[in-house]
């Protein structure tokens, strides 16, 4: 009967020291997933212009072409868009949202955790081409 206890307490020891490792392996692993989370919501550039969600749209085309970009992706709701591009940067992806008759909000990422120096390049193109009306075909994504 002794050895039966002993052996269990052995055995529930060697799980406590053992599976100790494991769990704070997985609290610095959540915390290191959990730091990416917060750079990546950090990581965009934002910006609420007084332009049409329209004239916005179509800023966001002619930029992608003017800087040479790949369109991969181009989803337009009446309420919030969202296009990805490809370029030599990276991953491109704008986020568009309709905030009234001559207010867009919008936000622009390039790769996962950002980088501000080519969102602020991008940007600065955008701004150029507001007003500049339709370059893709809204139908088909496609340039005109």
Known sequence: MKLKKLVVMVFGVFLVLTQTGCILFGLAAASAAGGGVVAYNKGDLEMLEPVSYEDAFNAVDATIQDMGMAM?????????????????????????????????????????FGDQAVQRQIYATLKTNYGSGPRVDPDTGLPK
């Open 72 to 112: 991969q992706k181009r989803e337009k709701k009446p309420l919030a868009g969202i296009i990805k591009a490809k370029s030599h940067f990276g991953k491109v992806t704008y986020s568009l949202e309709n905030m009234g008759e001559k207010m867009t909000f919008i936000k622009i990422r390039v790769g996962t």
